[in-house]
């Protein structure tokens, strides 16, 4: 079974500065989805970056950006320029692309919640 | 466009009730998805609807809980009866297709928390 863990339930941040979160995998397979999403206080968990894991190309979307080190498992969230509205959970996820038990479900991590701090 | 909206967003219930959360998914989204977050833990799958059928529901943790999609538009869970263990954060997501690929992002509906006491 796959799973994914995040290791830091908590991290904090100052306004305008970088973070990374850190996220790992354990997936016999070889062809799978890596995501990040948001959920902000009482609000609509987003989808923050997607990582096909055929693509060697790190994703990148505006001051997000992920680390994925496929023979690694890993694959950690750069958050650059941090912003308050940055505050929120974070979790790691994972699926696969084709049918079969259970494999269009996402796996989530633990979340690490992240605060900025003005 | 409406998102996903989930009702509650809150529910307290006493042990042995029986409490029904409900989901609309985006409208067009024949993939409807339910997922538990109880305190402290993953957000946990628990069962897949496609339109009104029940792709997988090997998340479901026993049988006092039933998932619906009649006519395969909004989707009710039911609760019966509620146990201690039950409380958490019920999430509902939709999405137009699956696998991770195009078209396939999951919408998250706000969740609702279910507290049992």
Redesign the interface.
């Known amino acids: 079974a796959q799973t994914?863990t995040q290791s830091q339930p908590e991290m904090s941040v100052q306004e305008a500065e970088t973070v990374t979160l850190s996220c790992t995998y354990d997936t016999s397979e070889s062809d799978?989805?890596l995501f990040w999403?948001k959920?902000p206080p009482?609000?609509?968990?987003?989808?923050v970056i997607?990582q096909?894991a055929y693509k060697q190309q790190n994703a990148t979307e505006n001051r997000f950006s992920v680390n994925f080190q496929k023979a690694a498992k890993s694959f950690s969230l750069k958050i650059s320029d941090s912003q308050l509205g940055d505050a929120a959970m974070y979790?790691c996820a994972y699926?696969?692309?084709?049918?079969g038990?259970?494999s269009?479900?996402?796996?989530?991590?633990?979340?690490t919640k992240l605060s900025v701090i003005p | 466009e409406a998102g996903v909206t989930q009702f509650p967003s809150h529910s307290v219930i006493e042990k042995g009730q029986t409490v029904t959360l409900r989901c609309d998914p985006i409208s067009g989204h024949d993939n409807l998805y339910w997922y538990r977050r109880v305190m402290g833990k993953e957000i946990k799958f628990l069962l897949h609807f496609v339109k009104e059928s029940k792709q997988d529901e090997s998340g479901m943790p026993n049988n006092r809980f039933l998932a619906e999609r009649t006519g395969g538009t909004y989707s009710t869970l039911k609760v019966q009866p509620a146990e201690l263990e039950d409380s958490g954060v019920y999430f509902c997501a939709s999405s137009l297709s699956v696998g991770g690929g195009l078209n396939t992002e999951a919408f998250f509906g706000q969740g609702t928390r279910l507290t049992v006491v």
Do not use: C, D, H, W
């Open positions: 994914v799978y989805y999403y959920q009482s609000r609509q968990m987003i989808l997607r096909e979790f699926n696969l692309p084709y049918s038990a259970g269009y479900q996402l796996t989530f991590g633990k979340g």
